[in-house]
């Protein structure tokens, strides 16, 4: 593919070759912009990743739009924080034996303006996360999905403390933040109900975790299989929704 450089402002001068989307806010069509970046070079305490995906979510569509509340402080960005590949190169303080590591990585465009929509990408050191030595591009393409949607459910989940024993009722429960969520309610020993649109979401949760899942469509719970309060519980039960809680920006 043909393209045609692009300018960049400060501090942007630490990238030289990466084919990357860019600009300032707006429509997509409006607004982003495919060209040449100079190749990131870690700095002390980064590693930089040759991206093999890169994961959007509703924040990155979000900042590029201009929702008020999610800020773009920068004339121009690399977007996507979220994403997935081998590292390639580490600065200093870094150990080089993490060259040639399969990682996911998040926060990558969360207060900082090169995200990992390029062909290569720089975090700092702990933002990357090591995955199995063999991991496929299969798998590459799964992990680059789990940092704002991971964090998310996380923290609607976990934020007010221990699930143990608990009722947890999951709102979208086969989407990419629910599927997280509910997978890690049943790891945290709680009793998961999932609310899905159809039937056939309902076996995708079953897949992912024991639960219980509902569905517009039908008018009783499947019969999926669900983990029972454990004795000594309060009993309360907790809510969570994909559209209640927020991830790093």
Same mark, same amino acid.
């Given at each position: ?5 692009? !300018? ?8 030289? #070759?990466?084919? !990357? ?12 912009? *495919?060209? #040449? ?8 305490? =980064?590693?930089? $990743? ?9 924040? #990155? ?7 008020? @509340? ?7 960005? $690399?977007?996507?924080?979220? @994403?997935?590949?081998?590292? +390639?190169? *580490? ?9 040639? =590591? ?15 929509? /390029? ?5 700092? +050191? ?8 063999? /991991? ?11 940092? $704002?949607?991971? $964090? ?21 429960? /086969? ?13 945290? @020993? /709680? ?55 927020? !991830?790093?920006?």
């Amino acid at each position: 593919m043909t393209t045609e450089p692009i !300018s960049l402002t400060p501090p942007a001068e630490r990238y030289s #070759d990466a084919r !990357s989307l860019v600009r300032p806010q707006g429509r997509a069509r409006e607004v982003l912009e *495919v060209g #040449d970046l100079p190749d990131p070079e870690p700095g002390p305490g =980064e590693v930089r $990743i040759r991206v093999s995906a890169s994961g959007i979510n509703p924040g #990155d569509v979000g900042k590029r739009w201009g929702t008020p @509340g999610a800020p773009m402080p920068f004339p121009r960005v $690399i977007p996507h924080s979220d @994403g997935a590949g081998v590292i +390639d190169a *580490v600065g200093s303080g870094v150990d080089e034996q993490r060259l040639g =590591e399969r990682v996911w990585c998040y926060g990558a465009q969360s207060y900082r303006p090169f995200g990992t929509a /390029a062909e290569y990408c720089v975090v700092p +050191d702990a933002l990357a996360v090591g995955l199995p030595d063999d /991991a496929d591009s299969h798998l590459l393409d799964q992990a680059a999905c789990l940092g $704002i949607a991971g $964090i998310t459910g996380y923290r609607a989940l976990l934020a007010d403390g221990p699930l143990h024993g608990l009722t947890v009722l999951v709102y979208g429960a /086969a989407g990419g933040v629910g599927s997280i969520a509910v997978q890690l309610a049943v790891r945290a @020993g /709680a009793r998961v109900i999932g609310i899905v649109r159809t039937p056939r979401n309902g076996t995708s949760c079953a897949v992912s975790a024991p639960t219980r899942c509902s569905s517009p469509e039908v008018s009783t719970f499947s019969t999926m299989s669900a983990r029972r309060p454990r004795t000594g519980s309060t009993g309360s039960p907790r809510s969570t929704s994909p559209g209640t809680s927020s !991830s790093t920006p």
